[in-house]
């Protein structure tokens, strides 16, 4: 028998990092236990019937005890202990064949586990967090809120300190990087850095809460979350008006609204009662799904493919689980079986939608249920339409009149007409009454069906043969485009549609099983008796104090985003396979903090970035960088590449480009020729790119039109915005590069603020310097201004030598350059600022 063993964590391979239990005293089976089984044992000893092997269920403790799996207490004399430390191919459990192998120190935490009595516990994300004590720690002076104490006590726990707080230009590029996704000006920058007031750093975070542009940034990641697009996707791609949902979170985020409210109104706020228009947008955020228009697809099966994407995007969201498999089987790891996920469908399962896009013009295709919203503009256009048809009828009236006098006097007196079956069967009703024993509201109600009878009949000839008619015609399908192309109608949620919902045999839309009604997850709070069992009620649900994962699974997104990691690193899944947390006190101390706010955003991210956490170096040392380094103890700030859409905007501010106006249309800024060719596969619609000017061309990124099948392409890494995506990616290809020296929005804003820079000052100098500090957010040293004055003599030498070039260069965008300035160092300023934009500096939050 082996003995009990105090293995180091850095050993454990296969478990949380930075576990700091003492092995040698009691094991922690949601910290050191769980992750073993449920990544080597549980997908065949788990939850799922139709997978699980031998009968055998490990991931509840009196299945295991009844099938003797272990015998508490005596790791020697349990089954599961000698399986996994045999050497029988045979016996060995995992078995070979199933690309899972324990490690020694796995091996030995299961039998001090067993020996120590195999308790078992519930999922830590599956209990609601409790507000823990705050710490203390040693050196209190450092904390400065409730986040530091946390973070340091586990620094001092494992024998670390923090690292020394940023230098005052980091700090600030680091805030607006964070809560603007836009430069601080030089002149921002020179202030913050030469301000001696202690309040000075918290005032400058109030200042970017309130602004405008702090709810454009943070929408960044709910729309990738909520795979928002302004196209459907799939071949025929139709156009949407989904950006006024897009408005409405840009707005809810910059107003704080509540996360509770901001949670209702999105996935209920049609059935709020007296719900606003504005209620009505928000519940768009599960109409952001694909919509399949394609001749082949069959509208059902997108309906229920629809549904599907509904319920994954809605859970990842708010609860933080990934439920898709349930679809066709009990979950094989969470205890989510596939009756809850089709209890949990059938609240989105009552939408009056087929599945498909309707077509409302050549480009736009959006599904009901809709919101009909002319604007201001589009009913005053629509005047204008309707003056020009009446002043167009005026004209056509006489010959209309003429031409049913000349109509009615062919008819003829001897026809019955009221059997002639050419003529409408109202009309013939009234034509069985002789002429004589007519009253006069009979031949007056004749008489008008006559005339609407010919109006019918003879318009289409009449429109055709004279210019009036020609020109009703012409404006009437003017109109009709207009209204089809230009009034917004975003798609919104509505329970019009009841239907009955079934689990469905293996996740197949033709094979119904059991019928089953909404409810929520059994292993989940349940839900209040008297609650609404439709999306409300569930929305209202995810917001109860008792619920275990909603306000976790949001302050882990918040800390991912300053961070660049969440707390729990996986933040799209806090089901039994993530991590467990090496600062879970943080992370619930945290939830109960959002809660206690009143669900307050601005405050929880007011208090990440206030804390000496937040404002530490990120300079990494050779400690970090050999025993953390992702930064798990947060013994440092992490650099992050600012993602490509920031990447933008900061490039244009930086030139002073920037047109930050807030919300409306999407704009069409640079894009390589013919970019949606691939698209225009029939003549049903033309997929030319409609380009925009002025200062459409220069508006946030946010705001470009976002195609399914052809996103922008110079927004690297972001989301394709097909499916819901709460963690984003950060590769680095050339493809990088080459956008961000070659896309003609870089090279255009290299060029205005090199233009900027020469004007401003007349010393090289003092040149480069301004352009650094308006990219880079702090002073050049001499050492590098040094290397930019070469890099300029360089570029000026080499322009001097092909005038051509120079000018070629300054060419590209639609700003007019100066024509003042002579051309080749122009050019060489451009190329310089360039350069700097590609600073790895430059490219990063530090």
Known sequence: MLPNLTIPFALLLGTALWSVSAFAGEIDFNREIRPILSENCFYCHGQDP?????????????????????????????????????????MLMPPPDANRTLTDAEKAL????????????????????????????????????????????????????????AERATLIKRLYADMLGLPPTPEEVDQFVHNDDPGAYDALVERLLASPHYGERMALPWLDAARYADSNGFQQDGDTWQWM??????????????????????????????????????????RNH????????????????ILFDRIDTTTTNWLGLTVACAQCHDHKYDPISQKDYYRLLDAFNRVPENGRPQRFSSRIRVGNPVLELPTAENKERISEFQAN?????????????????????????????????????????????????????????????????????????????????????????????????????????????PRDTHVLDRGAYLSPLEKVTFDTPAFLPP???????????????????????????QVNRMWQHSFGMGIVKTSEDFGVQSEFPVHQDLLDWMAVEFRASGWSRKHVHRLIVTSSTYRQSSRMTEKHRTEDIENRLIARATRIRMPSMVLRDWALASAGLLDDRIGGHPVYPYQPDAVWEALAITKERDFTYPASTGGDLYRRSLYTFWRRTVAPTNMFDASDRQACRVRAAATITPLHALTTLNDPTWIEAARVLAGNCLVEADELRSQLQSAFESIACRTATDSELR?????????????????????????????????????VQHAAMTAVCLAIFNLDESLTRE
């Open 110 to 165: 299961l039998r001090q586990w067993v020996d120590e009595g195999a308790e078992y516990q519930q999922h830590w994300a599956f209990v609601a967090p409790v507000r823990p004590a705050v710490p203390s720690v040693t050196d209190p002076q450092w904390a400065r809120n409730a986040i530091d104490f946390f973070v340091l006590s586990k620094l001092e726990e494992n024998g670390w300190q923090p690292s020394p707080p």
């Open 389 to 497: 048809i009446a002043a167009a009828k005026k004209e056509l009236d006489p010959l209309m009149d003429a031409a049913y006098e000349g109509w009615r006097l062919g008819l003829g007196s001897g026809q019955d007409l009221a059997q002639d079956e050419s003529l409408p069967e109202s009309l013939r009703t009234k034509l069985e009454k002789p002429k004589g024993k007519r009253s006069e509201e009979e031949k007056q109600a004749i008489e008008k069906e006559w005339r609407s009878y010919f109006q019918r009949s003879a318009r289409d000839e009449l429109a055709q043969k004279t210019e009036p008619g020609r020109r009703v015609t012409k404006i009437e399908n003017q109109l009709a485009g207009y209204r089809g192309d230009q009034i917004p109608r975003p798609m919104v949620m509505s329970d019009d549609k």
């Open 787 to 823: 290397r930019l004055e070469d890099a300029y003599q360089k570029q000026f030498e080499g322009f001097r030598a092909d005038p051509a070039a120079a000018i070629e260069f300054l060419d590209v965008g639609k700003t007019s350059r100066d024509t003042t300035l002579a051309p």
């Open 527 to 553: 839900l209040p008796d008297d609650a609404p069992k439709n999306r409300l009620g569930f929305a209202r649900w995810l917001m109860a104090d008792t619920h275990p994962l909603t306000a976790r699974v």
């Open 290 to 305: 694909l919509l399949n228009g394609e001749g082949g697809a069959i509208a059902e099966e997108q309906r229920f493919n």
């Open 245 to 286: 949902w897009r408005d409405w979170v840009v707005d809810a985020i910059n107003e704080d609204m509540p996360f509770d409210q901001f949670t209702i109104e999105q996935l209920a706020g049609d059935l709020l009662p007296d719900a606003t228009t504005d209620q009505k947008i928000a519940s768009g955020f599960n």
């Open 50 to 90: 139709n997978h699980r092997e031998a009968d055998l269920r490990l991931d509840v403790r009196q299945d295991a005890l009844d099938y003797g799996a272990f015998e508490p207490g005596d790791a020697e004399a349990s089954v599961l202990i000698e399986r996994v430390l045999s050497d029988d191919p045979d």
